[in-house]
């Protein structure tokens, strides 16, 4: 089954919010994202409203239909004036998948994962209430963290994203050979814990074909990288290099 690629538009909330207004407009970004081949989309509304919002989220639910909207998010994070909190963005969106992730308010970006041992009685009611809603629930995990994939399936997860950041950084160093072995010992993990796999942080243009070999890899969601090489190669030229990036992946064995 060929990796899916989800673009991350956080970016281009952040632009348009840093001036205000409606540009760069988050719906044509979309559309030129699905036109050129991407098949979800993703956003993390946070309580600060810094870039993707609350009526973001639901104005792609309610316009993008032919593809995967992934809305990530701190299930424990509180509502506010003009954050309704995660769990009822989702009620609202129904995005086909909720990603749950342990950011705090101060973080620029998520750099690890649940510790589930922790963790996992506050999330219980809300992954349910989750899959009630009808959302595919995954849980951000660190690669290592493979104790914690059970206890993820048996919240009522179905899919847990790898924290792909310490690969990055290690590819970076000329060490992605042994990165990605670890990464692919924690995809037999989970699927081992019958939990499908997606991933996300860090992954570029350099390192995604790599990564991409790992068996299993369900979805990549990527933001950061690629609105920045859209910068320089434009929007739709450059979905459609993740994209030849990925399936070069997919298409070269894992070595293991």
Same mark, same amino acid.
């Given at each position: 089954?060929?990796?899916?690629?989800?673009?991350?538009?956080?970016?281009?909330?952040?632009?348009?919010?840093?001036?205000?207004?409606?540009? +760069?407009?988050?719906?044509? *970004?979309?559309?030129?994202?699905?036109?050129?081949?991407? !098949?979800?989309?993703?956003?993390?509304? $946070?309580?600060?409203?810094?870039? *993707?919002?609350?009526?973001?989220?639901? $104005?792609?639910?309610?316009?993008?239909?032919?593809?995967?909207?992934?809305?990530?998010?701190?299930?424990? *994070? +509180?509502?506010?004036?003009?954050?309704?909190?995660?769990?009822?963005?989702?009620?609202r969106a129904r995005p086909a998948q909720a990603t749950l992730v342990p950011d705090s308010r101060q973080q620029l970006t998520s750099d690890g994962g649940f510790q589930l041992k922790r963790d996992a009685d506050s999330l219980r009611p809300l992954v349910a209430e989750l899959n009630e809603i009808g959302c595919r629930v995954s849980l951000f995990l660190d690669a290592e963290a493979h104790a914690d994939f059970p206890i993820a399936r048996e919240l009522g997860a179905a899919r847990i994203e790898l924290y792909t950041g310490p690969f990055a950084e290690e590819f970076d160093l000329g060490?992605?050979?042994?990165?990605?072995? $670890?990464? !692919?010992?924690?995809?037999?993990?989970?699927?081992?814990? !019958?939990?499908?796999?997606?991933?996300?942080?860090?992954?570029?243009?350099?390192n995604l074909a790599q990564f991409a070999r790992i068996e299993g890899l369900l979805e990549v969601s990527i933001g950061h990288a690629l609105i920045g090489d859209a910068l320089y190669l434009?929007?739709?030229?450059?979905?459609?290099?993740?994209?030849?990036?990925?399936?070069?992946?997919?298409?070269?064995? *894992?070595?293991f």
């Open positions: 089954m060929p990796t899916l690629l989800s673009v991350n538009l956080n970016k281009i909330c952040l632009l348009r919010n840093s001036r205000g207004g409606d540009e +760069p407009s988050l719906e044509r *970004a979309a559309r030129i994202c699905v036109a050129a081949g991407a !098949q979800g989309l993703t956003l993390h509304p $946070r309580p600060d409203r810094r870039h *993707a919002t609350p009526d973001d989220c639901q $104005r792609l639910a309610e316009r993008f239909g032919e593809v995967e909207l992934n809305l990530e998010g701190n299930p424990f *994070a +509180p509502a506010e004036c003009g954050y309704p909190g995660f769990i009822e963005i989702c009620r060490e992605g050979k042994a990165a990605l072995a $670890r990464y !692919q010992v924690a995809a037999k993990a989970a699927a081992a814990a !019958q939990l499908g796999i997606n991933a996300g942080h860090d992954l570029n243009l350099d434009g929007l739709e030229e450059t979905v459609k290099r993740y994209l030849a990036e990925i399936k070069r992946g997919n298409e070269c064995s *894992a070595l």
